[in-house]
Structure formats: C-alpha cells, structure tokens
C-alpha cells in the first residue's frame, strides 16, 4: 500500500502561489511570483534531495503538472536527483481536459479522484509524491488519502495570491513528525493527518 505524501511551500500568510519564478502562476494578476527564490540554502537544497530520494511515483494537479513539463523534460543530467526522478518514475494527472501528453510515463487520471487515487496507492509500494497542487492537496485532504505533509514556510508576507487552507477547507487534524529550520529561516516541518480535529475548554478554576 502506497504512502501519499504532500510537499508544500507557502508565506506566513499561506500562500501557495508561484513560489518558483515570476511567470509560473500569474493568475488573479499576481505579482509576486518566485518568493521562495531567496531562501534557498545548502539546507533547503538537502531536504529537497532527501525527499526526492524516495518517490515511486507522483500524483500532480494539471496546472502544477504544466509547470513542470515547460522545465524538467529538458533537464536531462542523470545526477540531478529531482530531473531524474520527474523523468523517469510514473506520473498521475486528475485532469478532464489533458489529453495528449507529451511528458514520458504520464497517466491521466480521468475518473473520480477517491477512486482513481485510492486504487494508485493500492498498487504502488512505497511514496506517491504531491508537489505544490494546493488545490490538489485541499481534495485529497477532504478524502482523508493524505498520509503526510511536508510543509515549508517562508518568512514572507505577500498580502494577495491563492491561500493553501482558505475558508471552507475540510477540518483536519495534523499529528507533529520532525522539523528543522534553515539557515534563511524557512521552517520545515512535517505532520502526519490525524483525522478530524478534537476540542475542549480551558475551564476556570472552581475556586475563582
């Protein structure tokens, strides 16, 4: 049974949009893209080699799947541990409109997203890998087939772009796994999902 693991970067203020260049995701006029691009670190760069140390496969939402089809394919050195990864291991797609892809080892995944991602984790052993694909991400938490997150926030601010938890997402309780923080202070942290949340009350003491 495959493991599905999410890898997000977001702002203090949850911002998932466009974190590696100024025209990956302009959408809504945003124009703030490519704010990770300063807090990269030789402790950024290890975590990322880590991760990508262990796919066996990877499930993209489309718009994140287009990004990296423009970059990765073209990145052709076998020692770089995220192109080689991306190039050669399988790729899913949910997508009604990607008919025809290009990128070697892509599946679209046309049916109802439960189902199709529920029988990927079925057949594959090891990590199935979600990179970015917040909208994605916000599904797969809803259907509870979220394992764990990695999730990366930057110290910045940006006041405007696509939130990663916005009003309506699905209550979901996180469970603390490990952290670091980098020499930029991107603070790493990694949750396990714990179902739903639960709630208490702080109480007065009976004697107040």
Do not use: C
């Amino acid at each position: 049974m495959g493991k599905l693991v999410s890898t997000l970067f977001v702002t203090l203020d949850g911002v998932y949009q466009a974190p590696g260049g100024p025209h990956e995701d302009t959408r809504g006029g945003f124009t703030h893209g490519g704010w990770s691009f300063p807090y990269a670190d030789e402790d950024f760069g290890r975590f990322i080699d880590e991760v990508f140390a262990r796919p066996h496969a990877f499930l993209l939402g489309r718009r994140t799947y287009d990004i990296f089809n423009t970059f990765w394919p073209k990145v052709t050195d076998p020692a770089d541990p995220v192109a080689s990864k991306l190039n050669a291991l399988p790729k899913y797609v949910p997508s009604s409109t990607l008919k025809d892809p290009e990128w070697a080892g892509t599946t679209v995944l046309t049916g109802d997203l439960a189902k199709e991602v529920t029988a990927l984790k079925e057949r594959t052993d090891g990590e199935i890998q979600v990179h970015g694909s917040g909208a994605l991400v916000r599904s797969l938490l809803a259907h509870g087939l979220v394992d764990s997150l990695h999730l990366l926030t930057f110290p910045v601010v940006l006041g405007a772009g696509f939130r990663l938890f916005p009003e309506g997402a699905v209550p979901t309780a996180f469970r603390h796994a490990g952290g670091s923080v980098t020499s930029t202070g991107v603070s790493i942290q990694t949750y396990e999902v714990a179902g739903r949340p639960e709630y208490g009350e702080y109480a007065l003491p009976e004697d107040a």
